[in-house]
């Protein structure tokens, strides 16, 4: 008798065991059906994923955070803006260079008549109007009239070719953005008042670190009594 109230007595501690793991597992999932509830996994897996997918995959509004490079106008206007480094100021003179004279005393006092000297060209040029003289004044003779062309390297004088003094410049043309032709005009045997001219040309190209001459037709015989100028004194 008293065996079967012990196993009577377990049966009944057993029932209310499983009836107190039932409430506990009803207070866990709010008393919902256990298959219509994620496990703490599942909402964990969940959450991951979301979180991977916002990451990738950003709001097709929002801005981009690659850098941009710079507009071609952006480039443009920065090279305009640029000034052209010119000491041709016309207030000193310049010594002149003649091919015979190791020293001559001659300076060429000008104003600076069609300027077209541009920053943003490789090659762009001005033209020197004047006339030689001493250190303090120039002669103001019609033999005495000169004209020349100095050149600018992507906004830099050039010094070599030293520019070529002539009794007047008839025309610089542009070839290319890097060539440009000059044309001149020197004194001939006649007298300067008789304005009888020996025409010559050359050819002018930046090449991205110096001059180069062609198409020269200067007459020979010039070259014994060509003057040119000496701008290493204005650089």
Do not use: K
């Amino acid at each position: 008798m008293t065996t079967l109230m012990y196993m009577d007595t377990l049966r009944r501690h057993h029932v209310a065991a499983v009836a107190a793991l039932g409430c506990t597992a009803v207070l866990l999932t709010g008393c919902t059906q256990q298959d219509e509830t994620p496990t703490a996994t599942e909402t964990v897996m969940n959450t991951v994923t979301d979180t991977v997918e916002q990451t990738q995959a950003p709001d097709n509004g929002a801005p981009s955070e690659t850098t941009a490079e710079p507009s071609g106008d952006a480039t443009a206007d920065a090279c305009e803006e640029a000034a052209v480094d010119n000491p041709l100021t016309g207030e000193e003179p310049i010594p002149v260079r003649v091919a015979e004279e190791e020293t001559p005393d001659i300076f060429f006092h000008y104003t600076a008549t069609d300027d077209q000297t541009d920053p943003c060209a490789p090659l762009s040029w001005v033209v020197l109007n004047g006339g030689n003289g001493t250190a303090e004044n120039s002669n103001g003779t019609a033999g005495s009239s000169r004209q020349t062309v100095a050149l600018f390297a992507e906004g830099e004088l050039v010094t070599e070719p030293a520019p070529i003094l002539a009794r007047r410049i008839e025309s610089v043309d542009r070839i290319d953005d890097s060539t440009v032709r000059v044309n001149y005009a020197f004194f001939g045997d006649a007298p300067a008042a008789a304005d009888q001219n020996v025409p010559g040309s050359a050819t002018f190209h930046w090449d991205d670190s110096r001059i180069e001459v062609s198409d020269n037709t200067i007459p020979v015989e010039l070259n014994e009594s060509t003057e040119t100028l000496d701008l290493d004194s204005v650089t």
